[in-house]
């Protein structure tokens, strides 16, 4: 069931415009996110982006073939940006570039969620036909950004949380250290998240922050 829950809205008409405003946004805010990862890396002194020929806006080399198709399927996707943290300059730039991700994120949701504001109140209100789809856009690119921003910085490896507590608490540091492969845990977090209540999950809190916001001009959600 859960395999075929996203991809069965590219067979819905009435859900098709959602499932490509989703695909669309998945793929530039992964993209970004990972770009913010190396652009930091390399203000660290570390070259390896560059070197391994990641600092390009090509999904495929962020993302893959395997993380698209999940991203289809399923609608969850990941991205990589290798990094040498022994080339950070600073002690505390694993901290630095692990949360440069999120803040990307958080950064493309305010763009989007303004420009939906600024968009709204020009137009004098409701939209219609491609105005509409374009104001829907902006919706799902700004929530679907709060939402990975919040989840990537949840202290659970391998997501970038752990990494800037690790930075800050040298126990947490060592214990993912002992670790291994972490990549486990994160299914498991996948799995809590999928039965938290709605408002307890990044895309609940998401929606919330986002109502928040638009509630400060006087809007709504359309």
């Known amino acids: 069931m859960l395999a075929t829950f996203f991809i069965e809205y590219l067979f819905d008409p009435a859900s098709q415009l959602f499932f490509g405003c989703v695909v669309v946004t ?128 949840l202290p659970v490896p391998p997501l970038d949380g752990s990494t800037v507590l690790g930075n800050f608490v040298p126990a947490y540091r060592r214990w993912l250290d002992s670790m291994g492969n972490p990549t486990w845990m994160l299914f498991i977090v996948f799995m809590i998240l999928w039965n938290a209540p709605y408002e307890y999950n990044p895309f609940g809190i998401a929606n919330n922050v986002m109502d928040a916001y638009l509630s400060l001009f006087g809007l709504g959600r359309g």
């Open 26 to 153: 998945v793929i530039i805010s992964i993209v970004l996110h990972e770009l913010a990862h190396g652009w930091a890396a390399i203000w660290q002194g570390d070259d390896t982006p560059r070197q391994m020929g990641h600092m390009t806006a090509d999904p495929m080399v962020h993302m893959g073939g395997f993380s698209i198709l999940m991203l289809v399927l399923v609608g969850m996707a990941f991205g990589l940006m290798p990094v040498n943290p022994r080339n950070f300059r600073s002690r505390y730039g694993d901290a630095l570039v692990s949360a440069a991700g999120p803040a990307m994120n958080f950064l493309l949701a305010f763009i989007a969620l303004t420009a939906l504001v600024v968009w709204v109140k020009a137009s004098g209100g409701a939209a219609e036909g491609p105005a509409k789809n374009g104001q829907m856009f902006l919706q799902i690119f700004g929530t679907t950004n709060i939402a990975l921003g919040i989840f990537n910085l």
